[in-house]
């Protein structure tokens, strides 16, 4: 049992509690991984176009969302360094939106994108649910997993569940974007996409494991911790169906299912993407 005995009080050994909330976005980094292998089998240029426009409209909206949440920091007069990192985050949602616009511009040879409405793809409240433009018909699954990650926080317990939530929301996205920077290149597309995936990762690599060694020392008990962790598995579970939709379902239903009973049973092997945060 990871407990400290101090002063009469059962109380959680730090180390541990590191490892588990990294380990909680490396389970999903090795999950993703199997959705990402999936769509590299099974490629065509319905897949590769709609991901790759999705994925590029996701970053609009996270580059939409950060500014919003740097002009709510100035209006309330927040420290100047934090209005700072919020105009950083959304310049690097930029970066990454501009490469995988370029690298679609690039294979579509000019002609327009006909992934429909996929603008509001990455339509997010300030409260990071969807927005009106997240359409259900079209992404239930991604509508989903923003609704769940929206109700989750909302519902929480403690704001250190709240945080703990955030954190699995940001971190799981480097997750998925260093797997996908590890892909087979087999054709220039493969190859401009594994190399921008690969500096999206590095860019990303702080983002939720920055906040590890912080929830760490507040995690009130090893109760509250086994709490995160059922709903965290909830989290990650609709987020690896969303991905697998955004990929046109290269996996199929039973397949999913099996998968998902795979990753709840820990039967996936992670991977360790914060080693130098726990170690």
């Known amino acids: 049992m990871a407990l400290d005995r101090k002063a009469g009080k059962n109380e959680m050994d730090e180390k541990f509690v590191r490892e588990e909330l990294a380990g909680m976005i490396e389970r999903y980094a090795g999950a993703a991984n199997r959705v990402a292998m999936a769509y590299s089998e099974r490629r065509n240029r319905d897949r590769d176009v709609n991901w790759l426009a999705l994925q590029a409209t996701k970053e609009y909206g996270a580059m939409v969302f950060h500014s919003g949440v740097m002009f709510r920091k100035a209006k309330n007069m927040e420290p100047l360094e934090s209005i700072q990192k919020s105009s950083a985050d959304s310049f690097e949602e930029a970066e990454h939106y501009f490469g995988y616009m370029r690298i679609l511009n690039w294979y579509l040879g000019g002609k327009p994108c006909e992934v429909p409405e996929m603008w509001g793809y990455g339509d997010v409240s300030d409260a990071f649910a969807p927005g009106p433009g997240m359409k259900k018909t079209l992404w239930p699954e991604h509508y989903g997993y923003f609704d769940l990650g929206a109700r989750l926080a909302r519902e929480a317990s403690s704001q250190w569940l ?118």
């Open 162 to 279: 709240r945080d703990v939530i955030m954190m699995n929301r940001e971190g799981a996205a480097v997750g998925f974007h260093y797997v996908m920077g590890q892909l087979p290149v087999t054709d220039e597309f493969s190859d401009r996409i594994t190399k921008h995936e690969r500096g999206v990762a590095a860019d990303e690599l702080h983002h939720g494991s920055e906040m590890i060694p912080k929830l760490a020392r507040a995690a009130p008990s090893l109760e509250a911790l086994e709490e995160a962790k059922r709903k965290v598995i909830d989290l990650h579970v609709q987020e690896l169906r969303q991905r697998n939709e955004q990929f046109l379902h290269p996996l199929t239903p039973a397949e999913m299912e099996q998968f998902e009973q795979d990753f709840r049973q820990k039967r996936i092997e992670p991977i360790p993407l914060f080693s130098a945060v726990v170690g």
